[in-house]
């Protein structure tokens, strides 16, 4: 016997086409939304396209698990539909298929899409993201200051701002003003007519020449003028290394969730950290849920041009309610965290329940009585 009937083959060839062709649209809408956010990099700030690229790229992975369980509802709805509509599951049931026969290639997309997106939740999105956020603290911290323009206050960090009013090709800046507040105890105002673009261990640093340092003393409140020769400043927003960015739970392994490092950053977090953690092994369940919700719109009850359009409208109305839901048990559970199991119940109690409604079987009706028929054809 075989374990894939060629309708089966049929029916599930449209799904993974459908779900790969929606998903893919639906990530690069997305992508090309989210890069809008670092097109300044491009444009204004003279970054290469492939920092671009690459720096986005990055964001992919977490926009295809967010969309992975929605595009799993949508095609499932409209490969279903139109095959209702076409008559074709009319057909499959006159030739005796079961609701479950019926419904067994979008339970295999569904569970495909469980493993996608596990394996995307709890490894690839955490990994992908965590180098985005190294990659823009990188830019930030140590690339800002080479992005300098001609004639424009560039706000490298806070509290450090930089002008420059010439920058030769060689990287010689003229007429440089910078106002260094990072430290608030010590703000100075400095001005030079020349300076030079170095790369140091914590960053780029600019030697500067022949200017002044303008700083105002706190206890007196008498402005000091420091003139020099030759100074150097330190352009980058921190002298620490990378590891002392504090990272969101977002880009945490599974194994630091659960299991945070004593006294680091990642321990002060606390619940924020169980919440991540049980949505990430939850957030999978929901693909499922999501086909079953969209089988039991189609395939329950008799077909009938007059809820052709309703039962569609119902189950999306029932997944914005189930995505409402879940980002309120999230929410919920990060104040509280006795309602952790808010958000395993959100993703997979709407499954059951289309389950029972598609699964469970139909009551039978009382045969007619002889009698009775005989009866009402003397009446």
């Given amino acids: 016997m075989r374990l894939f009937s060629l309708l089966d083959r049929y029916v599930l060839r449209q799904l993974l086409v459908g779900l790969i062709a929606s998903t893919a649209g639906l990530v690069a809408l997305m992508w090309l939304v989210q890069s809008l956010r670092f097109v300044e990099l491009v ?103 080479y992005l300098l323009q001609d004639g424009v206050f560039t706000q490298l960090s806070d509290g450090l701002t930089v002008y420059v009013q010439r920058r030769d090709t060689d990287g010689t800046l003229h007429g440089v003003l910078v106002d260094d507040a990072r430290n608030p105890s010590s703000e100075s105002t400095i001005f030079a007519e020349q300076g030079v673009l170095v790369s140091g261990a914590t960053g780029p640093r600019v030697f500067l020449q022949r200017g002044s340092r303008q700083q105002i003393d706190r206890r007196t409140g008498r402005l000091d003028v420091l003139s020099f020769a030759q100074d150097v400043i330190d352009m980058s927003s921190t002298k620490k290394s990378d590891e002392s960015r504090q990272r969101d739970p977002d880009e945490l392994s599974m194994a630091e969730l659960l ?31 999501f086909a079953l919700v969209a089988l039991a719109s189609v395939l329950t009850g008799a077909f009938s041009r007059h809820v052709l359009y309703l039962r569609p409208t119902i189950a999306i109305l029932t997944i914005v309610a189930v995505l409402a839901l879940e980002l309120a048990a999230q929410n919920l559970a990060g104040r509280n965290a006795a309602l952790l199991p808010l958000i395993w119940l959100a993703a997979i109690v709407p499954g059951v329940i289309a389950a029972v409604i598609l699964f469970a079987p139909e009551p039978v009706s009382p045969p007619s009585s002889p009698l009775a028929v005989t009866a009402t054809g003397r009446s």
């Fill in 259 to 289: 299991n945070p490092p004593p006294g680091g950053s990642a321990a002060q977090m606390g619940p924020k950290l169980l919440v991540e953690a049980n949505r990430r092994l939850a957030a999978p369940f929901s693909a499922l849920s």
């Fill in 43 to 145: 444009i204004n700030r003279g970054a290469s396209l492939w920092v671009f690229l690459t720096l986005t790229g990055l964001l992919v992975p977490q926009l295809v698990a967010f969309v992975l369980p929605v595009t799993t509802f949508a095609v499932v709805q409209l490969v279903y539909q139109r095959m209702a509509s076409d008559r074709e599951i009319t057909v499959m049931r006159g030739t005796g298929l079961s609701p479950l026969a019926l419904a067994k290639p979008a339970l295999i997309l569904g569970v495909l899409a469980v493993i996608a997106s596990g394996l995307l939740n709890n490894w690839l999105v955490p990994l992908s993201y965590g180098k985005f956020r190294e990659y823009q603290f990188e830019i930030r911290n140590r690339m800002a200051a």
